[in-house]
T-cell receptor
Framework: KNQVEQSPQSLIILEGKNCTLQ??????????LRWYKQDTGRGPVSLTIMTFSENTKSNGRYTATLDADTKQSSLHITASQLSDSASYICVVTMFSGGYNKLIFGAGTRLAVHP | GAVVSQHPSWVICKSGTSVKIECRSL??????MFWYRQFPKQSLMLMAT?????????EQGVEKDKFLINHASLTLSTLTVTSAHPEDSSFYIC????????????FGPGTRLTVT
């Protein structure tokens, strides 16, 4: 079954600290993996997108890694800010039936406290 | 670039009435638009895919007669929730793709629907 699992489900950290979110997937065939940030009551905003051959990609204080062999990805947030409080969603794109289909993880809810 | 808007941002309606949600791509032409539903603390679930000028393709379990989708132009898709009931209360999010390949989807800000 094509699934995307994220951990932890929720996380609380203090402002200025770093954190790492995990994403494991069993999606095949794999097309690409994305991380999105979703603020409460808003639509998701793309942070990074990685294809099979990419191991790491950064976007400011966000750094995503991908291990296509173990089917694992992580999102590292450096020097967290209060505005980082949001849900972070891992999305894997698979190629099925002649088109690409997005498989969403349940997300990790991050709360950054002062 | 690649901005997607939704209107309204939130709506409250009475049970049994219908409500229409608009999704617009503001600065690009979207050959394909997608509609998602998100319940509290859950991730997005794809409801349907619509291509401009053709009928929408609904995901399994989504009632096509209840959730009417129209994609009349390359910049506008609408979702109409007919005869809404409280269980239809949810966060509805649309996304748009330039080329329909699913490679890059740009998400709208979402519409919060509450049915009383």
């Amino acid at each position: 079954k094509n699934q995307v699992e994220q951990s932890p489900q929720s996380l609380i950290i203090l402002e200025g600290k770093n954190c790492t979110l995990q994403c494991n997937y069993t999606v095949s065939p794999f097309s690409n993996l994305r991380w999105y940030k979703q603020d409460t009551g808003r639509g998701p905003v793309s942070l990074t997108i990685m294809t099979f051959s990419e191991n790491t990609k950064s976007n400011g204080r966000y750094t995503a890694t991908l291990d296509a062999d173990t089917k694992q990805s992580s999102l590292h947030i450096t020097a967290s800010q209060l505005s980082d409080s949001a849900s972070y969603i891992c999305v894997v794109t698979m190629f099925s039936g002649g088109y690409n289909k997005l498989i969403f993880g349940a997300g990790t809810r991050l709360a950054v406290h002062p | 670039g690649a901005v997607v808007s939704q209107h309204p941002s939130w709506v409250i309606c009475k049970s049994g009435t219908s409500v229409k949600i608009e999704c617009r791509s503001l600065d690009f032409q979207a050959t394909t638009m997608f509609w998602y539903r998100q319940f509290p603390k859950q991730s997005l679930m794809l409801m349907a895919t619509s291509n401009e000028g053709s009928k929408a393709t609904y995901e399994q379990g989504v009632e096509k007669d209840k959730f009417l989708i129209n994609h009349a132009s390359l910049t506008l898709s609408t979702l109409t929730v007919t005869s809404a009931h409280p269980e239809d209360s949810s966060f509805y999010i649309c996304s748009a793709s330039r080329d329909g390949s699913f490679y890059e989807q740009y998400f709208g800000p979402g519409t919060r629907l509450t049915v009383t």
